[in-house]
């Protein structure tokens, strides 16, 4: 059964790209063709050596040199940081570092400040819950404490009915009789 077509393009795609890789001398031979690049863009344009991403250009001698892989940013004895442009030629590492940090270190403090103001907010909630269930308990304790007033007076009013000891409404009308 012979593959046509797509079916054939997407299972040899992955193995032509694997291929240098394969082949006894493929990394190394995949590492001197980028070297030889860089080495080919040296005295021509910033633009033109930072076309392969594996190059940087050197504005102080206007070379353009394979990036040092091993390292995050490029030695001292390659290039100066602030002359050394990788990516776009407007920008210098020193500048890029610099940029970075700062956008870096504005979303660390924007996430701490989130995330304060979240357990924040969330620890104003719990004890608004909590207020709301001791106005409960109190509003609950009041009615029970009316409900036993009224029980206490209406035993205190069969009492003065028993023994004859009514309230009179007015205690001075006895006078005015």
Known sequence: MELRGPARAALLGPLLLLLPLLSPAGPVVAAQSAAAGCAQSTNRSCTECLKNVSCFWCNTNKACLD???????????????????????????????????????????????????????????????????????REERKVRQEERRAEMKSRHEEIRKKYGLFKEQNPYARFEN
């Open 67 to 137: 990036y040092p892989v091993r390292n995050i940013l490029p030695p001292s004895s390659l290039c100066q940081l602030s002359s050394a442009r990788w990516g776009v030629c407007w920008v210098n590492f020193e500048a890029l570092i610099i940029a970075m940090s700062v956008v870096g270190g504005a979303l660390l403090l924007g996430l701490t400040i989130c995330c304060c103001y979240c357990c924040r907010k969330r620890k104003n909630q719990r004890p608004d819950k909590e207020e709301e269930r001791a106005a409960r308990e």
